[in-house]
Structures are given as structure tokens and as C-alpha cells.
């Protein structure tokens, strides 16, 4: 049982209606991590700059991360994303991304990040996703995206979702990708591509599930008091691949992925009650079971009587 993932390591300054934070620790490789070290042993996989310090690693470490593979680019900058949220949290507005360390990083996996069961592709460049694909023969490999991929390198982000089973976007960047509205139609036009596991993130909305077996979806959490969405994406990730990873099957069943789907739910729903990374640094394995209790009440019906 053993997880990888590849993905930006930032600083992140963002504002919502709720307030600003100037660069935050942030970065989907991060709040993955941070998300699915509550089920497993993570590696992060990287490269940061000058301006990353013992603070940033600390996060990561407090919550058990290995960060060997975490690369310090000397003279570097680490990877920067500005960006801000109106009154629809689900959409994010990007106003700035600065690769800086990762517009010429050569990925190169230590044996033990080679050898993790599961590996996640996080959002970064499609061309590093593939190295660091072809490194790696994980029994269990998932992808996310974002819109600047899908329009700026289509061709290889077809080639890097080719090389995967779990597909995990966004439910526009899944019609974006797929250039089709319909998001059933467009989860299927998806498994054309490759993988056999398609999963829609859906926002506060929730998240659906699509196999070769069906369909499956789950609500978000409703929250009264949302502060900052970065990162639910990749929180939803690190749950979901996280507790498949600790079931430890060869092949998740469909009853596995429905418990990731809600586990997933439940990061992702911490992830939104404060700025950046600072909500699920904090949290406890409790919490996240009595939310997933929660989340099974939620949608729990009876037969009706007739
Ligand atoms: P999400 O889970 O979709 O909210 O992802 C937010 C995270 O993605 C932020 O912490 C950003 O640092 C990171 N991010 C934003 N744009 C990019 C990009 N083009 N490539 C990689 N990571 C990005």
C-alpha cells in the first residue's frame, strides 16, 4: 500500500468573497498529499525554489508525507498561481501561472515512489505526467487536468490520459475536453480516450462516477460557511485514491469506489472551510469518519410504501 503523485507544489494568492491570501502553500500535488496521507503513505513528487522553506515542508511532514522526492531547484522560484472566485465558488479565475521550476523539471522517481501501487497524475504540464508515467508501473493510475492544459496541449494530454485507468476532471473541463455538453455522453467519449474509470468533479454540486458497470453519484456536503474552494479538487483526489490505495485490491470493486467517492466528498468538504492547505492540515481521522457518517445518512432513502 503505497501512493505517489506528481503535480505543481505552489504558492498560491487568491481571493474570494470571504478574503485574500497572498501566497499560500498550495499546489494540487499538495493538497492531494495532505488529503490521502489520512489513508496511506504518500510521496510527493516536485520541484520547488529558493523560496520554499522548512515552514512549507513542515505542513507536508506533519501529516506524514514523504518528501524525498521533493526537488530544490537552486536559484529557482517556485511554481506561482494568482487567481480569484466571484459569487460561483465552482469556478476559479486564473489571473496569473508562473512555471518558474517547472518549465525545464526532469522528473526522476527514487525506487520507492517507482514502486507505489497507486500513482496520481496531478494537475501539471501533460509532457511530465507521461515521465513520469513510464517511470512507474503502479497497478492503479489516475489523471486530472485543467482548462490551460486542454487548450494549449490537447494532443499530449490525449496521449497522457491514454496511458491511464481513472480519468478525474472537472464536469466543464470533461465537456471541454470531450467537446461535448451531455456529461453522460461525455464521460463516455472520455473512456474512448482510455481509462475505464471516469469520475466528474462536480463542485459544491458533488461528483459522479462513471464505469463500464454504470453510474453512481453523490452530492457535495452543503456547508454554510464556505471560505475558499482551491484545492477541493485535488482534496476529492487524494480521499478517493487514498482509500482505494488502503483497500489494497487489485481492481477496485464498485462498492470500493462508491466509499472513495464519499470519502473523497468528505475532504474535499473540509478542504472549502478555510484558506489553502490551513483546514485539513488540522483535521483528524475522526472528523473525516463522522462526515462520511454523514454523508451516508444524506443519502440514504427507503423503499417506498405502497
Ligand atoms: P483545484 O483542486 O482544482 O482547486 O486546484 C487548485 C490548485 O491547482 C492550486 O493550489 C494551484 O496552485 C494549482 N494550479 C492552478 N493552475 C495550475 C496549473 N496550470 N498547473 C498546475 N497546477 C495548477
Redesign the pocket.
Known sequence: MSLTVV??I?F?SVRTPFGERERML???AV?FSLAASFFTTVRAVGPVGDDFGDEELAVLQGRGVETDDIEHVPGGQT?F?RAHYDHDLNV?H?DD?QLNVFGDFEPKLSDASREAEVLFLG??QPELQRRVRRQCGARLVALDS?N??INTTREALAAAIAETDCLMLNDAELRMLTEEPNLARAARRAMDLGPEIVVAKRGEYGAALFTGEGFFAIPGYLLEDVCD??????SFAGGFLGYLDAEDAERPSPEAMRRAMAYGTALASFNVEDFGTERVARLTREEIEERYEALRRLTHFDLAVT
Open positions: 503535480g505543481s505552489a498560491d498550495g499546489g494540487s493538497h511554481f498561481w476559479a486564473t501561472t494537475n501539471i485543467m490551460l492544459w474552494p482551491t484545492g477541493a479538487g485535488d
